[in-house]
């Protein structure tokens, strides 16, 4: 199993972890060694400029103010997810529709570095199973509730960053990240507007690796539309992964129908996602031009 990065010294809250990983169980250096400063007021510029993240400038503010928060304070872990959060934005929304590969990986791994650190600190239980020997997929059934944010935000990110930096790196994650999801839809399925079934939709389109699981796929798929229809990322994964599975006319009306459905939506239509909802809309104009692809 791939565990990212999870405890570092404090110095290191302010670097990349693409140089490298380092275990779960490290010793907890940064904990005991919080950095001079006024937390509340990193917060406060953080959440300001997030609010802006329609702008990529400003998600960029609110990453680094909650990096100064997170080594201020490095055990309050709500800052450790709403890092994560920014950080995935920027590597799954901006740079992956820039096609700025290499700072994407960067920043989708350091998403899942901080979501990591986050679950680590919170559920003791969780880390002592896994730094005894435990394989992160048995453990599970130790994540409670409390945890769903920050295990949601550190498994889809990785998720992402080992699609993005190579098959054996996916493969090697997939079981403990099911399992994290499974265990997400027993104790909130709801979440992230139908997030669960959204990442089940999407790994039952590879998985098995011979061809994957387009019944099963299309079945998750709808059940996250049956809880929130207008969220637009399930719709674009549905036509970038799922569509062509199914042949070319199926297919290909099954790709327009999700594609078109973003297209003409309006970006309001769940306000707290409008900046979330503009960057899908580019992926859907992506898909568009390769629908013959």
């Known amino acids: 199993v791939l565990s990212l990065c999870f405890i570092v010294a404090a110095s290191a809250l ?14 907890d250096v940064d904990l005991a060694s919080p950095k001079a400063g006024d937390i509340a007021a990193e917060e406060a510029a953080a959440d300001a400029a997030y609010a802006q993240r329609e702008d990529v400038a400003q998600l960029r503010v609110a990453i680094k103010h909650w990096r100064e928060a997170v080594a201020i304070n490095p055990k309050k872990t709500d800052n450790y997810v709403k890092l994560a959060k920014a950080l995935y934005l920027l590597g799954d929304g901006y740079l992956r529709v820039d096609d700025e590969e290499e700072e994407m990986i960067t920043s989708l791994k350091e998403a899942a570095f901080f979501a990591e650190k986050a679950l680590g600190i919170q559920n003791a239980d969780y880390r002592g199973a896994v730094c005894q020997g435990a394989d992160p997929e048995e453990a599970v059934d130790k994540l409670t509730e409390a945890d769903v944010p920050a295990v949601y935000w550190y498994a889809t990110a990785l998720g992402k960053w080992g699609l993005a930096t190579s098959i054996m790196t996916a493969l090697g994650n997939k079981d403990t990240i099911f399992a994290m999801m499974v265990r997400l839809g027993e104790l909130n399925p709801k979440y992230w507007y139908g997030a669960i079934d959204r990442y089940l939709g999407a790994y039952h389109s590879k998985i098995p690796i011979t061809g994957g699981n387009k019944e099963l796929s299309l079945i998750h798929f709808k059940k996250s539309l049956a809880i929130e229809n207008n969220y637009f990322a399930t719709h674009v994964l549905m036509a970038d992964m799922l569509a062509h599975k199914f042949g070319d006319d199926v297919g290909k009306k099954m790709y327009m129908e999700h594609v078109k459905f973003v297209m003409d939506a309006d970006v309001n239509v769940i306000p707290e996602l409008k900046p979330e909802h503009i960057l899908e809309k580019k992926k859907a104009e992506l898909l568009l031009e390769e629908i013959e692809d």
């Open 14 to 27: 302010s670097a990349s972890c693409a140089t490298g990983v380092v275990s779960l169980c490290v010793k």
